[in-house]
């Protein structure tokens, strides 16, 4: 083999752990002058937009989800080594067919369906604050907005919907970096998850109803069906990966255009720039800022060796701010239309499958609070989420605002 092992390759160090956004994305810019490829203490990581798209496309980089329990030192016999594996870790057919069978339950067409009842649920908690002329969005709008949603395209009832508040955020700590002490509470509400969707599963397959669950249940190709195991699966995939991502990409997004109010009136006065918004203020302020794969195979990727195990880590953020990709990155502009797509859906295999339904989330949620929060400001400082939990975002963004028009 020619290409020269990633390992023995001088290459600049990215430790970005504990920076703010502006020095890891200063960070990304020195290291993108020196090589297209940075260390990390973890292995590697790339910057570069077509590098990001590349590897996120590559099968032979898989998912590197399932490494987590390991990286956080847990033995391979614990719960979470054993547990039933997500989607976002499957590979291969295995993870093919999946993503084949669900499909026509997330498209653009299925997320539309739920428009109505998304208006419905941020108009309500609008209108809890809307007198007070001030707010804290992470608590007022953006925490309580995912979650009925989800359960509405699951067809779970309304009463239930603390429970799945608390399931989701009791499964996120696997995120946080605290394993050892987060354990049982994460595999506890994995349990109360799982027993209340093997129930919900059997009540739908008697009387089937007009959601999610049932729609998965009714899918079939070429006599291939999903088994209640993979309803399950599919149900805590969606919860998890469904709602902490939209709630702080919410926050993101408003934070971002509560420093444009320019934008943000403009966004009230035209609401059918909300794609556009929603699009570019994913790019400049995402709220998965990256992912990572592990290589599965030797690896040579631009002349570079990746042997086998090697951690690649993406810069998702490093990406939607590639001067190759996207003239003038740091302008923010909610009117222009930019030559690539945003990357914080990611790429590949892995695409985000909520992607229809959390767009159709944020288009409907920004223009209708644009309109009701008129001459939005910010009210104390923002306060932002550790900058090592994987999905980040305002811990509290405290904002007031004017007395809309109508
Ligand atoms: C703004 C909100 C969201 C963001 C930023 C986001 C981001 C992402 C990203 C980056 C991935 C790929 C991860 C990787 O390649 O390692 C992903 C996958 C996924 N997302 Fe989302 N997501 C969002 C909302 C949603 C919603 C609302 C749902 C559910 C309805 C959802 C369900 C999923 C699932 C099931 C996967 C795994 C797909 C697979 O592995 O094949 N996401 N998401």
């Not at 539309?112 to 007022?140: H, I, N, T, Y």
């Not at 006599?223 to 990409?249: I, Y």
Request: glycine content about 6%; aromatic content about 6%.
């Amino acid at each position: 083999m020619s290409a020269v092992s990633a390992y023995d390759l001088p290459l600049p160090v990215l430790e970005t752990a504990g920076l703010e956004r502006a020095e890891a994305l200063a960070a990304f810019r020195l290291a993108r002058a020196e090589h297209w490829l940075a260390r990390t203490p973890m292995g590697f990581m790339l910057v570069d937009y077509r590098d990001a798209v590349a590897v996120l496309r590559d099968r032979r980089f898989h998912s590197a989800l399932s490494l987590i329990p390991e990286m956080a030192g847990l033995e391979p016999d614990s719960y979470l080594q054993n547990r039933r594996r997500s989607i976002l870790a499957m590979e291969g057919d295995e993870h093919a067919r999946l993503r084949r069978l669900v499909a026509p339950a997330f498209t653009p067409a299925a997320a539309d369906r739920l428009r109505p009842f998304m208006r419905e649920v941020v108009s309500s908690l609008v209108d809890a604050v809307v007198g007070q002329g001030r707010c804290e969005l992470v608590a007022d709008i953006c925490e309580p907005y995912p979650i009925p949603i989800i359960c509405e395209l699951l067809g779970a009832p309304k009463e239930d919907w603390k429970l799945f508040s608390q399931w989701a955020t009791d499964i996120f700590r696997i995120f946080n970096q605290n394993l050892a002490v987060d354990l049982p509470a994460i595999q506890r509400a994995s349990g109360e998850l799982e027993a209340y969707v093997l129930s919900m599963v059997e009540e739908r397959r008697t009387n089937p109803s007009d959601d999610l669950l049932s729609s998965l249940i009714a899918i079939e190709e070429a006599g291939d069906r999903l088994s209640s195991d993979e309803l399950v699966m599919l149900a805590e995939a969606v919860l998890m990966a469904g709602t902490d991502t939209t709630r702080n990409q919410l926050a993101c997004s408003v934070a971002l255009l509560s420093e444009h109010p320019d934008q943000w009136a403009l966004l009230a006065e035209h609401p059918e720039l909300a794609p556009r918004a929603v699009e570019e203020t994913m790019r400049y302020l995402g709220a998965v800022r990256g992912t990572a794969r592990v290589a599965s195979v030797d690896i040579e990727y631009r002349d570079v060796l990746f042997p086998a195990g090697t951690i690649v880590s993406v810069a998702l953020a490093g990406a939607n701010m590639d001067p190759e990709v996207f003239t003038a990155p740091d302008t923010f502009d909610i009117t222009s239309e930019r030559d690539a797509l945003q990357m914080t859906f990611g790429s590949g295999i892995h695409f985000c499958m909520g992607a229809a339904l959390a767009r159709a989330e944020l288009q409907e949620a920004l223009p209708l609070l644009a309109r009701r929060m008129p001459d939005l400001a910010p009210d104390g400082p923002v306060e932002w989420k550790p900058s090592t939990f994987g999905i980040w975002g305002p811990a509290r963004l405290p904002l007031r605002f004017g007395s809309p028009a109508d």
